[in-house]
């Protein structure tokens, strides 16, 4: 016990003045207005549309426990997640990140788990070495595994390594099995691989490094993903639990609203526009349908689809450049579009994205939609199949410390210790 008392009651006095001077009873109000005057659409400052719905705007709730009974509109659904060890570095100059990528089926395809994509993504400090591997099979040919060399750097290697072994592995193992699926593919993650389309946004050495031949290679993976599964007719998403975009609250905060926007992201925005509350209620358990502080907990609420093309998007927007990539479809299909779901319960916002070229159909829209609704209101949370993924290609901090060692032995050396590792060890 590291507080006593008489600090836990100061840190109280503290969160008492803070709700003295920091009112957020007007959000409310401020959320509807950005809702009804702004997104339809959304143009940034050099008016370009940033943001803007498919086919109409509106807010929706469904009963969570009716949604939840629905039968699901695809019969198999697979998801798909990669997991990394975590950035390594070694005292010979040697820095890392291993990552497996794994597919689910839901029902269960247990030849399919079985199967793994492993990239080793390696950063060296030394010109005359080579170390780049294609694919080896392993594990009866269930396991493919390979060597990454990244391009040198002067910074940032730890965050290289990282993007690109769990973006080769994800997109890689999507491909090799792709034709596995027949209903729907839903990736663990954003929809293209938002950490490299970043670099372009970033300094001027992460800029150089993005027109490099690896990264644009992975790009390309999620490019040829889209397009396989477009030309099959078999809808693919991405299921975001950690949206942390900010594309609208930042488009609004640079514009001219007339007002002040008082969130730091959009999943803040939404979830203030999205959660329902009955202030005139009291509050009861978790089992009911209200809330802490009045919030209805008997109704999961979402939006209707929206197309984005602002930040990273913009890349693999109609007039984006795609990163170089010859793209064999009519450039808007490649388009990323979303809708947010709030699950009242546990009080968390996930956004769905899905190419235009699926969005754009009703059927197709409205399938989705009912599909991941239902999933979110059924499992409080992620639909099953990326719960699934997300287990079978998770490494587990154990597993991690092992690696790391049994890669510290057979390199001889020993890994760079810092004092977090010493204190806290390691954590998933």
């Known amino acids: 016990m590291t507080l006593d008392p008489v600090h836990v009651d100061s840190i109280a006095d503290l969160a008492a003045y803070l709700a003295q001077h920091v009112d957020d009873a007007d959000h409310v109000d401020v959320a509807a207005q950005i809702w009804d005057g702004f997104l339809d659409p959304l143009y940034g400052s050099s008016g370009r549309v940033v943001v803007e719905p498919v086919d109409g705007q509106r807010l929706r709730a469904v009963d969570a426990e009716d949604v939840a009974l629905a039968a699901p509109p695809f019969e198999t ?92 592995a994800e997109s890689a193992h999507a491909l090799e099995h792709a034709e596995t699926v027949s209903d729907l593919l839903v990736l663990d993650g954003p929809l293209y691989p938002v950490e490299l389309l970043n670099w372009r946004e970033r300094d001027a050495e992460l800029r150089e490094l993005a027109e490099e031949l690896k990264p644009r290679s992975i790009v390309e993976n999620y490019i040829r993903l889209v397009e396989s599964f477009v030309e099959r007719d078999v809808p693919l998403c991405g299921f975001v639990k950690n949206p942390a975009s900010k594309r609208i609250v930042g488009t609004l905060r640079d514009g001219d609203t007339g007002f002040d926007v008082p969130w730091t992201d959009d999943a803040a925005f939404f979830t203030r526009l999205l959660e329902r509350r009955d202030p005139a209620e009291a509050s009861v358990e978790s089992g009911g349908v209200r809330g802490p502080e009045g919030r209805r907990t008997d109704q999961v609420t979402f939006t209707n689809w ?123």
Not at 342 to 358: G, I, K, N, Q
Not at 393 to 404: D, N, P, T, V, W
């Open 77 to 168: 659904v697979h998801g798909l997640d990669s997991g990394t060890i975590n950035p390594t570095t070694f005292k010979n100059g040697l820095v890392l990140d291993v990552a497996q990528a794994a597919m689910a089926a839901v029902p269960s395809d247990l030849d399919l788990h079985r199967h793994r994509s492993i990239v080793a993504a390696a950063h060296v400090t030394d010109r005359a070495a080579a170390i780049d591997e294609p694919w080896r099979k392993a594990d009866e040919g269930y396991c493919r595994w390979r060597v990454l060399q990244v391009p040198r750097v002067n910074r940032y290697a730890e965050g290289i390594v990282h993007a690109l072994a769990l973006y080769l």
């Open 306 to 428: 929206f197309v984005s093309r602002g930040g990273v998007d913009a890349t693999v927007a109609a007039d984006g450049d795609a990163y170089g990539i010859d793209r064999r479809l009519e450039s808007k299909c490649y388009e990323k579009c979303f809708f947010v779901v709030y699950e009242p319960r546990t009080d968390v916002l996930y956004r769905v994205e899905a190419p235009y070229a699926f969005a754009r159909d009703p059927e197709i829209r409205d399938a989705l939609t009912r599909q991941f609704v239902g999933e979110v209101a059924t499992n409080r949370g992620p639909p099953e199949a990326v719960a699934k993924a997300d287990e079978l290609a998770r490494i587990g901090a154990r597993e991690k410390s092992s690696l790391r060692r049994k890669f510290a032995d057979a390199l001889e050396t020993d890994e760079v210790k810092r004092y977090d590792e010493v204190r806290w060890g390691d954590v998933d």
